[in-house]
């Protein structure tokens, strides 16, 4: 099912939003991991407003919900604005970013906010933690889909590789993983901190269906989505191939950025760069 | 001379058969009891749930994150996991995923660690859980169980399903006698049990050292030296109330543990009575070291865990408090 122009500008919309949000969010904190948040943006947009996931934000615990699992716990500013624009909380949270006595923490912690299905910012957990959940709707017959958001740099971790040999052994061919591979982790270039390359056949190698896109087009990533809820018999990964800092120049070009808020001057020029986007 | 054989208790079998069946029973009342295991479910018995409800069990494998990760996925889901390995592989391996999946969480899965304290022997340092007490310890939203016989440990299991979060029970590979009746064993999270009571001093103790406290207090009772005896099979929340009670009514502490003493039972026995009541206190339990390959009871003497170790600590604590008195 390929969604018309009008959805795709729509959809557009939202993903400009929520980085702007994200700027906000961030810079107001005056801490935060922005870079993080924006190359995974249009990844989530597909997930929440493309009609992908199951959800209720009126319900969010309703037990046949598809979940949502961001493993890259420090991209939390993405998926608290992804969940405030789809009505789970008010939009006014997300300026009590890390502040005292906020749910709105600096990485997910599960239970303070309606929709943060699991606590992440130790890497490399998401996906054992989303095994658990396909393993448990199947012995209650409940029948949702899991996505997992996984960084790259989260898959150097050794339970990551756990994980994926777990998933392909129970066959839980619910499970999605969208590796969001901006090609950075924190200290610098990933193939030159730690080579995960050939990274498409360690995936296979492990038993998982591969699929590769084009992370910050929203229209392939919702058709990959579509395309791996046909793989009925293995866990399907998306390696989305993405910008670190996407959306805003100086940010893509310096990797430092990683784990760094704008300060109040770069985030003018940031948000100038996000609007002209539209 | 066997344990508990001075006090008098009928000997009965490894503490790790016990926790299987306890948990057996438990799967056949509850069926949102689930069991994941770390590939040790003949050693730590989990396996009875294998045979009987083999949708029910999982194992993970020889891979303690994922297999706690699993678990807390599941309790996210409404499942109870019982999570099951020996300690020393489960906390030292998995001590993130415990803290943050499950502890961070506050999530409603049950941590197993079994083969605690020294007493598997054999199979050596490597295996042993001297450190559980502690480590848990270090995970502030865990409830910390360490049950002391058979019945016990049925109620604590019961227990661990029962308390809505996360929970640590300690299992063991040796076997503990008969301290309650099958049918009459008060256990409450929480809320200690005072097992003999007596006015010269008191003897606090979890898991095995519970026997060995009961037949130090027979030793002791030859010597016209009424002991007190508790039993803490719960490590926290710790009994403020028992434990404030026995320092103020008896005046002197033994704590007793087959555990290390830094961190473990005693010391947060120690930190409370330290608060509320300071009074002369002994600690028996490992010093700062790892013990080798043994037969358990030579080690048990080499490591000074015998009843006769928890007298001798208590007429060390008894002249103490004498000399404060007098």
């Known amino acids: ?278 | 001379m066997q344990l508990g054989e001075l006090a008098g208790l009928k000997p009965s079998k490894p503490m790790r058969d016990v926790f299987g069946e306890a948990l057996l029973n438990l799967a056949r009342q509850n069926s949102r009891v689930v069991v994941l295991d770390g590939d040790l479910g003949n050693s730590t018995k989990a396996e009875l749930v294998r045979q009987e409800f083999p949708e029910r069990f999982f194992n993970i494998g020889i891979a303690e994150s994922n297999l706690v990760g699993i678990g807390a996925g599941m309790a996210a889901c409404g499942l109870i996991p019982f999570i099951t390995s020996f300690s020393s592989f489960l906390l030292c391996n998995a001590y993130d995923q415990i803290r943050l999946a499950v502890g961070i969480s506050n999530l409603n899965a049950k941590i197993v660690g079994s083969h605690g304290g020294i007493t598997l022997g054999k199979d050596g340092p490597t295996q042993m859980g001297i450190e559980d007490l502690a480590l848990m310890g270090g995970i502030p939203t865990f409830v910390i169980l360490a049950p002391s016989d058979p019945a016990s440990m049925h109620r604590a299991v019961q227990a661990a399903a029962d308390h809505v979060g996360p929970v640590f029970l300690r299992s063991s590979r040796i076997a503990m006698p008969h301290i309650y009746p099958d049918d009459n064993c008060p256990f409450e999270i929480g809320r200690a049990n005072i097992l003999r009571q007596g006015a010269d001093l008191t003897i606090i103790a979890c898991g095995m050292m519970v026997a060995a406290g009961l037949d130090a207090a027979a030793i002791l009772s030859t010597e016209g030296i009424d002991a007190r005896v508790i039993d803490l099979h719960t490590i926290r929340p710790l009994d403020r109330d028992t434990i404030e009670a026995a320092a103020r009514e008896t005046g002197a502490i033994v704590c007793a543990e087959e555990h290390l003493l830094q961190g473990g039972m005693g010391s947060n026995v120690a930190r409370l009575v330290a608060e509320c009541c300071p009074v002369p206190m002994r600690f028996v339990g490992l010093p700062d070291i790892y013990v080798e390959s043994a037969d358990p009871d030579d080690l048990l003497v080499k490591y000074h865990l015998t009843a006769e170790d928890i007298a001798a600590a208590a007429r060390q604590v008894f002249s103490a408090k004498r000399r404060i008195t007098l």
């Open chain 1, 1 to 278: 099912m390929t969604i018309t122009q009008a959805e795709l500008e729509n959809l557009k919309e939202k993903a400009r939003q929520i980085r702007l949000d994200i700027l906000e969010m961030t810079t107001r904190a005056g801490s935060g991991h922005p870079s993080s948040s924006w190359s995974a943006t249009e990844i989530v947009v597909a997930l929440y407003f493309g009609a992908i996931l199951r959800h209720r934000p009126n319900d969010p615990w309703w037990s046949e919900r598809d979940r949502f699992i961001m493993s890259k716990g420090h991209a939390a500013p993405l998926l608290y604005a992804a969940l405030a624009h789809a009505g789970y909380f008010d939009r006014d949270e997300l300026w009590r970013l890390r502040q005292i006595d906020s749910p709105v923490q600096g990485h997910p912690v599960q239970g303070l906010l309606p929709g943060v299905e699991a606590t992440t910012g130790s890497l490399g957990q998401g996906l054992s933690l989303g095994i658990g959940h396909v393993l448990a709707g199947r012995l209650t017959q409940l029948n949702y889909r899991v996505y997992v958001l996984l960084g790259d740099g989260e898959c150097e971790a050794g339970q990551i590789w756990e994980s994926a040999m777990a998933a392909a052994h129970f066959k839980t061919a619910s499970l999605t993983a969208i590796l969001d591979y901006n090609k950075y982790q924190e200290t610098g270039p990933i193939s030159r901190e730690m080579a995960l390359e050939p990274l498409a056949d360690k995936w296979r190698s492990f038993g998982w269906h591969v699929e590769e896109v084009d992370g910050h087009n929203i229209s392939a990533i919702i058709d990959k989505l579509e395309l791996v809820q046909t793989i009925t018999d293995q866990p399907s990964i998306i390696i989305a191939h993405t910008v670190k800092g996407k959306g805003v120049s100086f940010v893509e070009a310096d990797y430092t950025f990683h784990g760094r808020a704008l300060t109040p001057e770069q985030a003018v020029r940031a948000r100038e760069e996000i609007n002209a986007a539209r």
